[in-house]
């Protein structure tokens, strides 16, 4: 339930827009291109990364057969226009509505919108819907701004409405200038960010006054859970700085939102499972990407674990985070 997707072609946005550091590709070379930030180099990125059949198949040596797709978080675009982002998101979600209706056995999508602008980001939630597509990935926060703001809660609104499911992902990394060296902004900003989101979430209310909304923090909650004990204890000792906004401890909260499996450590995955419970916890991979679990789910096998538990990660509690049925038709689950 957690892999990401581009286009293998890319308009370049900044000539289109006039300004901008948008992403484009330069295929230097067969079946791999570099991602460019500007003119400046954010990533090398594989076929596996935009060739629907090459991903199939790749799934397929782990014995899985669904993938649920979305963007590369770089490609949310938040500092933009709201019209331009609006564009921009539009032509990634036409991409990832027509791979699911290609590959309906295969693809399940979430999609892109400006969360800068509500108002434009709530007309592409209803054309998302009406294009099939069961959910959404956003920022774990907004051009600096946290997930809790009043201005992002109808966005939030409008997903319960449609019944659309939210991803939230790392990105903007807090700090990031200022820890470039040893990959720290992945390593330690992301999961730092993931708590950020969830604390926001929690702390502003959003979880409290939309009960239906159906959230999911990915690298299995980041930071949150490890640190859950600090962060009640916050709240016990100082209840005049934490819980201003809502009353309710953020212990309340867990088991009510899901997390994925992206831990890479057995150890913390029974632990994850004690914190939020086993229908909480999705099976994800950040494939095509090193730092993902690209062996899907394998380590998980081998915990011993029941196997009811095993086919709820594998399985079920992916598709009641994203409000979908198992059909025998379509999927050999």
Not at 84 to 105: E, G, M, T, W
Not at 283 to 308: C, K, Q, V
Request: aromatic share 10%.
């Amino acid at each position: 339930m957690h892999t990401h997707i581009l286009p293998e072609r890319l308009p370049n946005f900044a000539e289109k827009f006039g300004y901008g550091d948008f992403i484009h590709l330069v295929h230097h070379q067969p079946g791999r291109a570099q991602m460019m930030k500007g003119d400046t180099f954010f990533r090398e990125i594989e076929a596996n990364c935009w060739d629907p059949e090459l991903r199939i198949r790749e799934y397929a040596q782990h014995r899985t057969q669904v993938q649920v797709v979305c963007t590369i978080p770089v490609m949310f675009s938040y500092w933009a226009e709201p019209d331009d982002c609006l564009d921009l998101s539009r032509f990634l979600n036409d991409h990832i509505a027509q791979l699911v209706h290609d590959y309906p056995k295969n693809y399940i999508g979430l999609g892109t919108v400006p969360m800068q602008d509500a108002d434009t980001a709530i007309r592409e939630l209803q054309r998302l819907k009406d294009m099939g597509i069961v959910g959404i990935q956003i920022g774990s926060n907004i051009n600096d701004r946290n997930l809790n703001e009043p201005e992002f809660f109808p966005i939030f609104q409008a997903c319960q409405d449609l019944s659309l499911a939210v991803m939230v992902h790392p990105w903007n990394m807090m700090g990031e200038a200022d820890m470039r060296r040893y990959w720290l902004p992945w390593l330690v900003g992301m999961p730092a960010e993931t708590s950020r989101a969830a604390c926001s979430m929690i702390f502003g209310g959003v979880l409290e006054r939309l009960p239906e909304l159906r959230v999911c923090f990915s690298h299995a909650g980041g930071s949150f859970l490890p640190t859950i004990g600090r962060i009640q204890h916050g709240y016990n000792c100082r209840p005049d700085l934490v819980a201003i906004d809502n009353p309710k401890p953020p212990t309340d909260y867990l088991g009510k939102f899901w997390v994925d499996s992206i831990t890479h450590d057995p150890v913390m995955l029974r632990y994850v499972l004690d914190m939020v419970g086993e229908d909480k916890v999705t099976l994800g991979s950040d494939y095509p990407f090193p730092l993902g679990d690209l062996e899907i789910g394998a380590f998980i096998e081998e915990m011993g674990l029941p196997e009811t538990t095993v086919q709820k990660i594998f399985c079920e509690n992916s598709l009641n985070w994203l409000g979908l049925q198992k059909n025998a038709q379509l999927y050999s689950v």
